[in-house]
């Protein structure tokens, strides 16, 4: 029997969110986007998972889906037990104060007609909190946490630097005490200088509070920074799952590599050979059969291009492909051999010139 306190508090199985293409006088529709197809993880309760892809993978839409911003086309979304799919009306209404958003855009997401003191009232308005005192209380608080002066409730958004605005959408979020935080690209919006200081407070604040944290970025040593486990998307789907220090010493899908190698580091012990992928990502609307990476992966044979990549465990680690599974197997199970052979294979492959 699993401790309730380790238990998963986010549990996502199979979910995949297509939208529609219509086309015509009578708007009939001739195909769908498959934006998310077939992502499944859990994330158990004060941890965090990194999702990380390049962009138009499907991440921003994972993240909205589990909060039903975005309606799933199938799958089951399960957040502290509570099955939220099913959830209607007044029911999702009140359960949305457990799981909340921080959007990538400070700028955007901040109404500029509205004070600070509205924006962060208006869930409390919404959900019955309290009375004005208590509200005002509950928004000083949120505040404090995030370090920003209870002065900053009677001023606007454009008063305000990009970080400072990030750090009152952040206190939004946190107003309404949630247990799960959905941070969609927090800090890609930001002066570098101001990332750093972003990343400290949300690690802070999800230590302090006992928060559980989807962190979706395409910035791999971000993610490695915050995350306890890392999931690696391609066109809709995870090809990759492992614990962030895992991922970073022994990454096993060809796509995880490339990624990695693209990471700029100081220390010159740790630079990889530039993996350059050739071609552009496939439409979402008509992904390849087989493996989704093959039209650009360097390591493909034949049987990706037809067969579903099986799913290769050692230990928490889980991949998605014919070749690492192949490499796993001659390793003896030794996932850091493997990963070292990938590598090599892919490094001695000719990559195309960048411009």
């Not at 949630?178 to 930001?190: H, N, Q, Y």
């Not at 306890?228 to 809709?236: I, R, T």
Request: charge should be positive.
């Amino acid at each position: 029997m699993i401790d309730a306190a380790h238990a998963p508090l986010v549990s996502v199985t199979d979910l995949a969110t297509h939208f529609p293409i219509r086309r015509g006088l009578l708007r009939r529709q001739v195909g769908a986007v498959r934006a998310v197809d077939g992502v499944g993880f859990t994330i158990p309760r004060g941890r965090t998972l990194g999702l990380v892809g390049e962009s138009g993978c499907g991440k921003t839409t994972v993240g909205r889906s589990i909060l039903r911003l975005v309606e799933p086309t199938a799958g089951s979304v399960t957040v502290a037990g509570r099955d939220v799919r099913a959830l209607r009306g007044a029911e999702l209404r009140q359960f949305r104060r457990r799981m909340q958003i921080v959007f990538q855009d400070p700028h955007g997401s901040l109404n500029p007609r509205m004070t600070v003191r509205r924006i962060l009232e208006e869930g409390l308005v919404i959900h019955g909190m309290g009375n004005q005192a208590d509200r005002t209380n509950c928004m000083s608080a949120a505040l404090d946490r995030t370090g920003m002066p209870t002065t900053a409730l009677d001023r606007y958004p454009h008063e305000f630097s990009g970080g400072q605005r990030q750090r009152i959408a952040i206190a939004r979020a946190l107003v309404l005490e949630p247990e799960f935080l959905v941070l969609d690209e927090p800090i890609s919006a930001l002066d570098v200088s101001i990332q750093a200081q972003v990343l400290n407070l949300l690690v802070e604040l999800r230590v302090r509070l006992g928060l559980t944290y989807l962190f979706i970025s395409h910035d791999l040593s971000a993610v490695e920074y915050v995350a306890d486990e890392v999931a690696v998307m391609y066109l809709g789907r995870i090809v990759e799952r492992a614990p962030a220090a895992t991922l970073r010493l022994a990454p096993l899908h060809p796509y995880t590599i490339a990624l990695f190698s693209a990471v700029p580091s100081v220390d010159l012990r740790k630079r990889r050979s530039r993996i350059v992928l050739p071609g552009d990502v496939p439409s979402p609307a008509n992904p390849p059969a087989g493996c989704r990476f093959h039209t650009r992966c360097p390591l493909a044979e034949s049987i990706c291009r037809t067969v579903d990549p099986p799913q290769s465990t050692v230990g928490d680690h889980v991949v998605h492909c014919h070749v690492a599974a192949r490499e796993l197997e001659r390793a003896g199970g030794d996932a850091a051999a493997a990963a070292h052979r990938l590598m090599q294979s892919l490094a001695t492959q000719p990559a195309e010139p960048i411009d």
